[in-house]
C-alpha cells in the first residue's frame, strides 16, 4: 500500500522544517543537560549553550524566549522523559513489579531526578501558582494512591500518598543533600524503609 | 523568710513599667487571637485591634510595629505555647505517655494548630529565609525524632522524621483542608495510621 499525503507542496516543506525545528530543540535541550551535568545550573547561559550547540545566539533566543524559558523546557523534557518511564518503561518503575517494589523504585527515580535537576525543579516550583498545583504533582500523588492500593494498603490511600508524597518534597531533598550532607542512597533507603513499614500488613 | 530586691529606687520603677508591658502585651494579644478566631486573619486590623483592646491606636503600633509584626508576635507566643504543651504539659501530648500515643497527639496538635493559625503561619514561613531554617521546626524535628526512637523504632531516625514531618508541613495541610475540604478529623486519623504503621514492630 502506498501512503497518500493528505496535503502536499508548501505543506511538505513545512512538515520537513518543523521536523528540523524539532531536531534543533532536542540537540539544544541535549546540549544545555551536558553544560549543567558539567557545571551546574548556574553554569548554564544562553552564550554557552549557543556555543556547545554550535548554533547562534540568536536561535537560542528565538527558541527559548530566555534563560527561564530554557530551564522550563528543559524541565518540561525531563519530566516527561521520567513520566513516561514510571507509566510505560520496564520494571520495577513501570508495570511488571510488585506494588511495593514500584513504589520504592518511584521514589529512588525522584530523589535521583531531584538530585539531578535540583535548580530547575526550585526554579519551576517558584514559577507556578502553588507547589500543589503542577501538573505533574498531582499525577505522581495518583501514581503513589494506585500503587498503595495495589499493595493491599487498606486505610485512607488519597491522604496516605499525598504524607508520602510530602517525604519526596525537593525542596526538602535538597535541603538534606546540599545543607546536611545526606548521601541520595541514604534518601532512597529510607524512603524504601518508608514505604515498606506503611505497606506491609498489620 | 522574707525576699530582698536586689536593686531598688528607679528600678523598681522600671520593673512595674516593664510588668505593665508586658500585661498590655498580653492584653493586645488576646484581643487578637480573639478577632481572628471571629473574622479570620484578615480581619485582623490594627485599627480593630486597638478598638477591641480598648487602648489607642498608637499604642498598638508602638508595640507591634505593624500588622507584620503584630503577626509574628502572635505566631511566637503561640509556638511558645504549643512547645510548652508538647515538651512540658499534661500527657499524650506532654510526657508520661507511651511514645506513639505522644507521637500521635503531636501530629493532632500540630493539625489544630495549623487550622487555628493558619494565615499566620504561612507568613512567617515566607518571612523566614527558608522553610527548613525556622528554630521551631527543628526543634519538632528532634521531638519526632526522640519519640521515634523510644517508640523503638530501629532505622534512620533522624532521617524518618523529616519524613514525617513533611506530612504536617502547614502549607500542606492548609491546601488539603481549604483547596479539598479535608477535615481536620480526617487528617489525624491518617496520621495516626501513618505513624502507627511506621513504629509498629516488623
Keep these: 500500500m502506498t501512503s497518500i499525503p493528505f496535503r502536499s507542496g508548501p505543506d511538505q516543506a513545512a512538515a520537513a522544517e518543523r521536523s528540523d525545528a524539532a531536531r534543533n530543540r532536542k540537540r539544544l535541550l541535549w546540549a544545555a543537560k551536558e553544560l549543567i551535568s558539567e557545571c551546574g545550573a548556574g553554569g548554564l547561559t544562553m552564550d554557552r549553550l549557543a556555543e556547545r550547540a554550535g548554533v547562534g545566539k540568536g536561535t537560542v533566543f528565538r527558541r527559548f524566549g530566555s534563560r527561564a524559558g530554557l530551564m522550563l523546557a528543559l524541565l518540561h523534557d525531563s519530566e516527561v522523559d521520567f513520566q513516561s518511564r514510571f507509566m510505560f518503561g520496564p520494571p520495577p518503575l513501570g508495570p511488571g513489579a ?105
Design 98 to 202: 510488585p506494588a511495593l517494589e514500584r513504589l520504592v523504585a518511584f521514589g529512588a527515580g525522584r530523589i535521583a531526578y531531584v538530585v539531578e535537576f535540583g535548580d530547575l525543579v526550585l526554579a519551576a516550583e517558584d514559577a507556578s501558582r502553588g507547589r500543589f498545583d503542577v501538573p505533574a504533582a498531582a499525577l505522581w500523588h495518583r501514581h503513589i494512591e494506585v500503587l498503595l492500593d495495589d499493595a493491599g494498603f487498606d486505610a485512607d490511600s488519597w491522604l496516605m500518598a499525598g504524607s508520602l508524597g510530602a517525604a519526596l518534597d525537593p525542596e526538602r531533598l535538597l535541603d538534606l543533600v546540599r545543607r546536611h550532607g545526606v548521601a541520595p542512597e541514604r534518601l532512597v533507603a529510607s524512603w524504601r524503609d518508608l514505604v515498606t513499614r506503611v505497606v506491609r500488613p498489620a
